[in-house]
């Protein structure tokens, strides 16, 4: 009998498969025919499959409503951006980069700030402006000081309901930490993969989704930097969302909010709505798109 699924875990050519409608978890193999037309089913992929016994087998895959690459991953509803006060150190460069990732792939973005028992009491305040400056933007924020105190945690986990949810962010921000805390079964290692991939070994670690909260989540590897993949300047204006919220009222249509007169994404940033660093962090991401052209 055909069956629907979502795929949770790969494993040396085994895929272990939620059912949707009874929550039961089957093991399977992918027809021969997938690869041959070179598809490769992926954590997260909606399958339809059918289950003869031990051992199910994935019939079809369903047409994906985002991937992400490294690591392998569909269906992404949501990221937990975990990102650092220290250690690493804050860079609003880098968390915009990481937005503008998350953004150019459908995927909701929800920044949580970790680290902060490390960092002084005005050095915390200051970091905790910068990060309201994002509500404009209207990305949830956990900037709680105590990171992992309850309350804050609850929250969080209250979003996982329904979704698939991966956490995200640089090497050591506290990905593993955060999930422990949430639920100490899970038990992940913490602090070594950053290690690892320096030496660039296991950097297709597996990644695979459990359930929390009634939900589907991800940890994933951490990255050290990130590149601007397949987005084009046309398409980075628009995974601002701030900056797609005030240019309607531009004087131009298609303005990209550098030169062109009468532009309300440059007047937001002059009277403090919008940040500088984001405007910022655009005008430099721009730079950068332009400069790979010049290099390929
Ligand atoms: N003081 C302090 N240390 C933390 C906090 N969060 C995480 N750490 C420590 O930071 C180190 C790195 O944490 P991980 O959870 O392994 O970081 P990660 O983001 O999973 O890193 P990768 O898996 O390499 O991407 C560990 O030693 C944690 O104990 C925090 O809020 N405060
Ligand atoms: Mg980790
Ligand atoms: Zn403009």
């Known amino acids: 009998m ?18 949707q409608q009874t929550d039961e978890l089957v093991r399977t193999r992918a027809r021969g025919n997938f690869r041959k037309r070179g598809i490769k089913p992926v954590v997260g992929d909606l399958v339809n499959y059918e289950n003869s016994g031990d051992l199910g087998y994935i019939l079809e895959l369903l047409p994906r409503r985002n991937s992400l690459v490294r690591p392998p991953i569909a269906n992404i509803d949501q990221a937990i951006v975990v990102t650092s006060a220290i250690e690493p ?19 909701k973005p929800l920044i949580f700030l970790t680290k902060t028992d490390l960092i002084s009491l005005t050095d915390y305040q200051s970091l905790k402006d910068t990060l309201r400056g994002y509500q404009i933007a209207d990305y949830q924020i956990f ?47 913490t602090a070594e993969i950053s290690q690892t991939l320096n030496r660039g070994k296991h950097t297709t670690r597996q990644v695979s989704l459990f359930e929390l909260s009634g ?8 990255f050290s930097s ?53 405007y910022d962090n655009y005008l430099y991401f721009l730079n950068e798109i332009n400069s790979y052209k010049k290099r390929y």
């Open 226 to 278: 990130l590149e601007l993949i397949d987005i084009d300047k046309d398409e980075l204006p628009t995974l601002f969302p701030e900056f797609l919220k005030y240019s309607p009222e531009c004087q131009f249509r298609g303005c990209k909010h550098v030169n062109e007169p009468g532009c309300m994404v440059k007047e937001k940033v002059n009277s403090g709505v919008i940040m500088q660093s984001r």
């Open 215 to 222: 939900g589907l989540v991800a940890d994933t590897p951490g």
């Open 2 to 19: 055909e069956r629907q699924g979502r795929i949770i875990k790969s494993i040396s050519g085994f895929y272990d498969v939620i059912d």
């Open 143 to 189: 900037d709680d000081q105590d990171s992992y105190n309850h309350k804050q945690l609850q929250h969080l986990e209250n979003e996982f309901t329904d979704k698939v949810t991966v956490f995200t962010g640089q090497s050591g921000a506290g990905k593993s930490t955060l999930l422990n805390h949430i639920n100490p079964d899970l038990n992940i290692a």
């Open 89 to 107: 150190k804050f860079s609003s460069n880098l968390l915009d980069k990481i937005l503008v990732n998350i953004e150019h792939n459908g995927i």
